[in-house]
């Protein structure tokens, strides 16, 4: 659920003076202010209500013009230095008891060297601790703007009039249409070249509802732009910044024309460089961090994220309020993102987090839609069904005996509501879910590396190519006497031989070898406590648990498998820490890979593996009644419910996700609520109730939760193990889409009040996609159509009965499948066991004789197998190899029906949308055009300039 539209006022200057123009009736269209108006672009804080600016230097930079004191509140409320003027951009922490003062020292004296300005000031709370604030004036902020090919908006030429004035263009991506507006502002040189197909066709969907749909006045997921207005930042055309061409770009003013994040990340790419070692090559703010030099460092959050006055009314106080009232309040849940604020306030890393979060919650309409469309035509067809007919109506068929000794003859009439309940997920629309579901997982990825395309286009991440990485500085002191010249640098560096390289690889393999090994011990644990808890519970006191004994043993099985997955998780990230660590990254990203790499597989081995025990091996090799297999030749294997294995898997996949989600939401915000809730606590009990309100803004950031270490891992993972549950077992539990959008509901306004209220405000990093991450989903999607292939063909009851309709049913030859042909069908699955070849310790307590008032002569099993008095005793019969056969056939045309279907889809749905192809191939022209002109203009203002001075301009161009 995400919105990336804009919304902006743009108004035409012709003459001298501002026209505004009223909006067209087809598309959704403001006008901006152009040339002549002094307002400050959308990248700042023009947002904000005027009257209550609390986060900006807007004040101050305007009461300098006018000559006026820059008001108290700029020097008390924590976001300037104490002239009030310098806006902080950066924030170092540090203890004035840390010993490594001499390199704090260097550190800072390189900062300053670096045009930074410094002010510190101690802490209210603790006078050991010491706030270093940092502010990065225009001429820094300009250099290294230029060095980082920062993006910023472009002042283009007249596009419609080439020989005209150059006027301000506006060139923008409004409510999906791209439009280029001509700076005279006449409605015919307005054009509209492309439109999206996507939003064409959801605003006929839109329409339509509103027609029949009077109830809905406003459009219920969009965000509100009567009481909110201007949410959303125009995207103009942009292009690196550039000292020399400052003319050309959109500065109304200096001081506002980086937003706050721009700074902040240009700031951290300075302390990033700097020396705090002189004569060595030791430099970056992180190995500081690492050694305790620091303590923290984090970029301010823009004030406090509530208001006592009403947003509506008064306006929001700060891109913080902001974000809480129209993004993390639980009040908007049914409504879209604001990606854009989210991205300008938080970083490009962060925004497609959040975007690629609401693309698969918005995904997973269809998927839990048609799941839960599954389930309920189970649940209409249960009275039609003939194999719970039979199974309910069996009265005067004893089944043997499920455990050892103390587990009862029961009737299998008595297994009428499990017969039931696993209709409910095994019925003719299960094969039809599962290829649905295949299907989508590769739509789902297809559409969203074009949903990636527009936001990265949109976004200026099209050209942007991350910097070569500094080296960690572990890797730096592992390997500082072995140096190579680095090939794109042309500097010496610490270089890691092969052979270190691959014994190291080695060893970290076989960690992780070993810990998967531990994951399989601790299954076999869990079927341990199966196989010996099912005779504990079938001769238990209480007649609910004896009688329930194998659901009983299933339920507390999967409490016990969560708990240990649960123990596990803590001890495979230390385990995946420090093998990561063992094999000496080179950088960071080399090290997230590596790290995020071991711990999915880790997680996802110990989330899934009962999963896979239950889906694939329980039941299986159970042996037959007189000839059962057993483990270390004592205990006899589990066997499944009389109504089959489903309805165990079934059992195990929703106790696990329920149960995880709900730990993983309450821990995501139950933690740093209290921690917090702890904090302030504390503060109020030693500085009063005033204490809270006279904290600077450091002090009430320093006293939030830093982001985790790992950044968006534990995000991510959780989402993608989600991913797993929806897509691999779907077959068994349709209804899993269905908790997986109730979940992300959810989860996507946790973690906008986590970001937004409970931790610092983490560095607005950029990257261009999801990373490592997509290509594990892509495993997961090729995994999952494996494992539902084998789910409807081994798990489910789907292929013997399809078999017995066709080959020996009442309309066998027929090329029928009704279920007029499943008569007979719950009789010819069981087969027949006489109750004196049971072994010793096998025979049970009870001979049945209180069903016939003797004792029982034969039993029924589930399975295909001759009778007693056959000539091949209890040899399996040619339904069974039929059953067999048609198993195997339907995996392999399962498989590669669906394979086919994902390719196909993968081939026709192109990862680039055409009309974004096309718009930044007419991007590149224009800009190229742009330039051109407005170089051209410059050079014929320069030489009627000097011919107006009488000087020489026979030899200049043009």
């Not at 869990?526 to 329930?548: P, Q």
Request: proline letters at 4%.
């Amino acid at each position: 659920m995400e919105a990336s539209s804009s919304g902006s006022t743009i108004s035409s200057v012709t003459g001298g003076k501002a026209k505004t123009h009223q909006p067209a009736k087809d598309v959704n269209i403001f006008f901006d202010e152009l040339e002549g108006v002094n307002s400050p672009s959308k990248d700042d804080d023009s947002l904000l209500h005027h009257g209550n600016l609390t986060s900006t230097s807007d004040d101050a930079s305007r009461l300098e013009v006018v000559g006026e004191e820059v008001p108290d509140k700029n020097k008390t409320n924590g976001l300037y230095f104490r002239d009030g003027k310098c806006r902080i951009d950066y924030i170092l922490v540090y203890r004035k008891s840390n010993p490594q003062t001499e390199k704090r020292e260097v550190f800072e004296r390189n900062i300053r060297a670096e045009g930074l300005q410094m002010e510190k000031e101690s802490s209210l709370t603790n006078s050991d601790i010491i706030f270093v604030k940092l502010h990065a004036p225009w001429e820094v902020l300009g250099k290294y703007a230029e060095l980082m090919n920062v993006r910023m908006p472009f002042r283009p030429f007249n596009p419609f009039n080439a020989g005209a004035p150059c006027i301000l263009v506006r060139c923008c991506f409004l409510n999906g249409h791209f439009i280029e507006i001509n700076g005279r502002s006449r409605r015919s040189r307005r054009k509209i070249y492309y439109l999206h197909r996507r939003y064409k066709f959801m605003n006929r969907i839109e329409k339509q509802i509103s027609r029949f749909r009077g109830w809905l006045p406003r459009k219920p997921m969009k965000l509100d732009k009567e009481t909110l207005p201007d949410l959303e930042e125009n995207d103009c055309y942009t292009a690196p910044f550039s000292q020399q061409r400052i003319h050309h770009f959109i500065i109304h003013n200096k001081d506002t024309f980086f937003n706050n994040a721009t700074r902040s990340r240009i700031v951290h790419h300075i302390l990033q460089r700097v020396k705090y070692e002189e004569g060595k090559n030791k430099i970056g703010l992180n190995r500081l961090l690492s050694n305790g030099s620091y303590e923290a460092a984090f970029p301010l959050h823009e004030g406090s994220y509530r208001s006592k006055n009403s947003i509506k009314t008064h306006g929001a106080e700060n891109h913080r309020h902001l974000l809480y009232e129209c993004w993390a309040s639980w009040g908007v849940w049914y409504k879209y993102q604001p990606l854009d604020l989210v991205r300008r306030y938080f970083g490009e890393k962060i925004g497609l987090y959040f975007a690629w979060l609401g693309w698969y919650t918005g995904m997973l309409f269809p998927a839990a839609f048609i799941g839960l469309f599954v389930f309920l035509y189970g649940v209409t067809t249960l009275n039609h069904c003939q194999v719970s007919k039979e199974v309910c109506q069996a009265t005067d068929i004893i089944m043997c005996p499920i455990c050892d000794k103390y587990c009862p003859f029961m009737r299998l009439s008595d297994s009428c509501i499990y017969a039931k309940v696993t209709h409910l997920f095994d019925n003719g629309a299960t094969v039809f879910f599962a290829v649905f579901m295949a299907v989508w997982a590769t739509v789902f990825l297809e559409f969203w590396k074009r949903r990636r395309a527009v936001i990265a286009y949109d976004w200026d991440l099209i050209d942007w190519e991350e910097e070569e990485e500094e080296i960690r500085p572990q890797f730096e002191a592992k390997y500082s006497k072995k140096e190579r010249m680095n090939p794109i640098s042309g500097k010496p560096e610490p270089y890691q031989a092969f052979a270190d390289k691959c014994s190291r690889l080695i060893v970290s393999a076989s960690g992780i070898f070993f810990m998967i090994c531990v994951v399989i011990a601790a299954v076999f644990g869990i079927v341990i406590y199966r196989v010996v808890t099912v005779s504990t519970f079938a001769a238990f006191k209480w007649a609910l648990i004896r009688n329930n004994s194998q659901v009983a043993t299933t339920g507390t099985a999967v409490c016990i498998n969560f708990c240990i997955i649960m123990l596990l998780n803590v001890l495979y990230e230390k385990v995946a820490l420090f093998l990561t660590n063992l094999e000496q990254p080179r950088t960071e990203s080399e090290w997230e890979n590596s790290f995020t790499l071991k711990m999915f597989l880790f997680q996802f081995v110990n989330l899934n593996s009962s999963t896979f025990y239950i889906a694939f091996f329980l039941g299986r090799f159970t042996g037959h009644p007189g000839a059962y297999l057993r483990l270390i030749n004592r205990w006899r294997l589990e066997e499944c419910h009389p109504s089959g294995c489903l309805i165990d898997l079934c059992m195990q996949m929703g106790i696990i996700m329920v149960l995880k989600q709900t730990w993983n939401n309450f821990m995501e915000l139950g933690y740093p609520l209290i921690q917090n809730w702890w904090t302030r606590r504390k503060l109020r009990q030693e500085y009063g109730t005033q204490g809270k309100t006279s904290f600077p803004q450091w002090e009430k950031d320093y006293n939030l939760q830093p982001m985790n270490a790992y950044g968006l891992f534990d995000e991510y993972l959780e989402m993608i193990l989600q991913f797993g549950f929806t897509t691999i077992f779907v077959a068994a539990f349709p209804l899993a889409p269905l908790l997986a959008l109730l979940n992300n509901i959810i989860e996507i306004r946790l973690d906008a009040y986590k970001f937004v209220t409970q931790w610092r405000r983490p560095l607005a990093s950029r990257a261009k996609d999801i990373g490592i991450w997509y290509g594990i989903l892509e495993g997961i999607g090729i995994l999952s159509v494996i494992t539902n292939a084998f789910v409807i063909a081994v798990t489910s009851d789907f292929i013997p009965r399809l078999v017995y309709a066709y080959k020996y049913g009442p309309c066998a030859g027929q090329g029928e499948a009704g279920q007029k042909c499943m008569v007979g069908y719950v009789n010819a699955s069981l087969s027949v066991f006489l109750v004196s070849d049971f072994e010793n310790r096998s025979e049970p307590t009870s001979n049945g004789s209180e069903f016939s008032g003797s004792p029982l002569k034969y039993c029924r099993y589930r399975d295909y197998r001759d009778p007693p008095h056959s000539p091949v005793p209890y040899g399996y019969t040619l339904q069974f190899w039929h059953v067999l056969a048609a198993r195997l056939a339907f995996i392999i045309v399962f498989e590669h029906l669906v394979f086919c279907i994902k390719h196909l889809i993968s081939y026709l749905i192109p990862d680039l949308p055409k009309d974004l192809r096309d718009r930044m191939r007419r991007e590149k022209y224009l800009i190229q055009e742009m330039m051109y002109e407005a170089e051209l203009e410059r050079l014929q203002k320069e030489r009627k300039e000097r011919k107006k001075n009488g000087k020489s301009y026979h030899n200049e161009w043009p």
